[in-house]
C-alpha cells in the first residue's frame, strides 16, 4: 500500500513524461507513415498524449531489425550468465521506478493505483527476474547411446519472437511472454494493445538501460489489424505469442497457416466456475473470494470467477455473505489509493459490458446489485460491481466472457451436475472449488477441464505454476519453466564416435 494521496498522484501525473513512440533498435521513432492515435485516460477522460500507429511498414524494419540483431549473436550467444545478471537488472530498474510504471499504467487502462503498484509491477518484475535467473540452471540432455555413438538433445532460441499482448495486465502480460523469450537468447517484437501502449515502451526503454542489446527487445504500438496482423502474417516471424480474445487467437492461427507456419501460442478467454458445495470449510470465506473474484481488476480478468455454482441446500446463507462482501468493493477514482474497483478500460467496452446486462435483464435474470453505470462526474468510465442471480448457463450471461464486473450465479443440487455444468463452455481456462471432503475435492479437480485449479481458494498460483488453458482458453502456457518450451526449438544431434 501506498502512502501517496490520490493528489500526490495527480501532481505526479501532471508532471509525467509520456512516450508514445514506437523503439526499434534502442531508438524511438515516429510510425513510417507518421500516423499516430490519441491515448485517452479512461480514469477522467484526460488526453495523455499521442501513440505511434504502427503498420506493415513498421512491422517490416523491426523484423529485419530482430533478425539481424538475432543472427548477431550479441544477445543469442552470450552466456547464460551473462544474460542473468542483465534480465535481474532489468528486474531491478523495474521495481526502482515501479511508481512510474504504476501510474502509467493505471492512467492507461483505469485499474486502480494500489493495485497497479501492489500487484502489477512486483508481478511483471517478478516474471523477468524469476526466467532471468533460471536461465544458467537449465541443462540439455543426453540421449541412451550406444558406446560408439553420443546423442545430444539441446534447446535452441527460436529466433524472432512477436508477442501481441492485451490490455487487462499490460506489464504482467508482457513479462510473462519477456521473461522466458528474452531469457532462451531470442529478439522479440512487442506489440502492446491500442488500449494500452505506454507501458510497454517504457519497459523496453528500462531493458536497454539495463544493458540488454540494442535490436532485441523492439515496441510497435498500434492497431491488431494494421501492425498485429503484418507481424502475425510476416514470414520472418517464427514464433508468435499471443494473449487476448478466442476470436483473435483463432484468427492468428489462420494467419499463421496463410504464412510461413510460424508457431503460435494463445493465451485467451475465460468463463471460470466458482463451485461452492454445502460442505465448504467456511462460507464466509468463499462468500469473500467469490465477491474478489468477479470485482478484482474490475472484473477485466481472463480468470475471473464469472460462474458462480453454488449448492441449493447452502444458498441463502451464502448469498447473504455474499452480498455482505460485495459491499467491500466499490467503484472509485482510479487514483485514490483506497479505491479497489477502478475504470473499465474505455468507453467502447463501458458499452459492451452494459450491453451485457441489459441481455441478464432480457433473459430474466434476477438482479441482485449493481447493475449501472457510475462516477460519470469524473469524465471517466466507471461501472458498478453487479450480481445476476436465478441464472441458467446457456443464458448470454453466463455463457460469454463479459470482461467486466458482472457475476451470473447459477443453483445446482449434486456434484455431478455441477461439474456438468462448470465443463459446459467453449472455454477451459480455471475453476475453484469449496469444500472440506478430499476425495470430492480431488474427484471434482480432476473432472474439470481447466488449466488452472484452485481448491478453498480463488486464482492463486506464482511464476513456479505453468498458467494457460484447456479448449478455446488456448494452447501453450506462460510461467514456469514449460514457458521455455515455446520460446526454443528441440534439437537432437546424433554423432558417430
Ligand atoms: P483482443 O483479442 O481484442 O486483443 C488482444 C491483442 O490482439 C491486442 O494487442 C490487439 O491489438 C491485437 N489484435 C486484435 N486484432 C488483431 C488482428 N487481426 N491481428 C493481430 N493482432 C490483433 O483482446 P483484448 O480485448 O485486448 O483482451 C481481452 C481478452 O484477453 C479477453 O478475452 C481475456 O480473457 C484475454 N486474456 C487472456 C489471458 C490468458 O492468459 N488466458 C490473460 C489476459 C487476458
Ligand atoms: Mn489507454
Redesign the pocket.
Known amino acids: 500500500m501506498t502512502t501517496l494521496t490520490r493528489a500526490d498522484w495527480e501532481q505526479r501525473a501532471k508532471n509525467l513524461k509520456i512516450e508514445g513512440r514506437a523503439l526499434i533498435h534502442g531508438e524511438l521513432c515516429e510510425a513510417v507513415s507518421a500516423a499516430t492515435f490519441e491515448?485517452?485516460?479512461?480514469v477522467d477522460g484526460r488526453l495523455?498524449g499521442l501513440v505511434a500507429s504502427c503498420d506493415a511498414a513498421d512491422a517490416e524494419l523491426a523484423v529485419a531489425d530482430a533478425r539481424a540483431t538475432f543472427e548477431s549473436g550479441v544477445w543469442s550467444r552470450l552466456k547464460p550468465v551473462e544474460r542473468k545478471k542483465i534480465m535481474v537488472r532489468f528486474a531491478d530498474l523495474m521495481d526502482a521506478h515501479a511508481e512510474e510504471l504504476a501510474l502509467l499504467e493505471t492512467l492507461?487502462?483505469g485499474k486502480p493505483i494500489s493495485d497497479a503498484l501492489s500487484v502489477d509491477v512486483p508481478g511483471a518484475s517478478r516474471a523477468i527476474r524469476w526466467s532471468g535467473e533460471a536461465i544458467d540452471k537449465i541443462y540439455d540432455e543426453v540421449a541412451a547411446t550406444p558406446h560408439d555413438e553420443l546423442g545430444l538433445i539441446t534447446r535452441e532460441p527460436v529466433g524472432v519472437v512477436a508477442a501481441i499482448v492485451p490490455?487487462n495486465f499490460p506489464l504482467i502480460m508482457t513479462c510473462w511472454k519477456l521473461g522466458p523469450a528474452l531469457s532462451t537468447g531470442n529478439s522479440v517484437i512487442v506489440k502492446p494493445s491500442e488500449?494500452?501502449?505506454?507501458t510497454a515502451i517504457r519497459l523496453a526503454q528500462l531493458a536497454l538501460e539495463a544493458g540488454i542489446p540494442a535490436g532485441v527487445l523492439n515496441v510497435l504500438p498500434g492497431f491488431g489489424h494494421t501492425v498485429g496482423k503484418a507481424l502475425a502474417l510476416h514470414m520472418d516471424v517464427d514464433t508468435l505469442v499471443f494473449t487476448g480474445s478466442t476470436k483473435i487467437a483463432k484468427q492468428l492461427m489462420i494467419y499463421a497457416g496463410e504464412s510461413n507456419m510460424k508457431r503460435v501460442w494463445l493465451e485467451a478467454g475465460g468463463k471460470s466456475a466458482n463451485i461452492v458445495f454445502a460442505d465448504a470449510p467456511c462460507l464466509k470465506a468463499a462468500a469473500e473470494a467469490a465477491a474478489a473474484a468477479i470485482c478484482f481488476n474490475q472484473g477485466e480478468m481472463c480468470t475471473a470467477g464469472s460462474r458462480l455454482l453454488i449448492e441449493r441446500s447452502v444458498k441463502d446463507e451464502f448469498m447473504a455473505l455474499l452480498l455482505e462482501a460485495m459491499k467491500g468493493w466499490k467503484a472509485g477514482h482510479a487514483l485514490d489509493p483506497a479505491t479497489n474497483v477502478g475504470a473499465l478500460?474505455?468507453s467502447g467496452h463501458l458499452n459492451s459490458v452494459l450491453s451485457y446486462i441489459e441481455a441478464g435483464h432480457a433473459e430474466n435474470a434476477k438482479l441482485l446489485c449493481g447493475g449501472k453505470r457510475t462516477l460519470e462526474e469524473t469524465g471517466g468510465v466507471y461501472v458498478e460491481p453487479t450480481i445476476f442471480d436465478n441464472v441458467t448457463n446457456s443464458m448470454r450471461i453466463a455463457a460469454e466472457e463479459i470482461f467486466g464486473p458482472v457475476l451470473s450465479v447459477i443453483t445446482f443440487d449434486t456434484t455431478e451436475e455441477a461439474i456438468q455444468i462448470a465443463n459446459d463452455s467453449i472455454y477451459g481456462l480455471a475453476a475453484a472449488i469449496w469444500t472440506s471432503n478430499l476425495s470430492k475435492a480431488h474427484l471434482a479437480a480432476k473432472a474439470l477441464r481447466v488449466g488452472s485449479m484452485w481448491v478453498n481458494q480463488y486464482d492463486g498460483g506464482d511464476m513456479t505454476a505453468p498458467f494457460g488453458g484447456y479448449k478455446q482458453s488456448g494452447n501453450g502456457r506462460d510461467k514456469s519453466l514449460h514457458a521455455f518450451d515455446k520460446y526454443t526449438e528441440l534439437k537432437a544431434t546424433w554423432i558417430k564416435l
Open positions: 491515448c485517452v485516460s479512461p495523455l492507461d487502462m490490455w488500449k494500452s501502449p505506454l478500460v474505455d
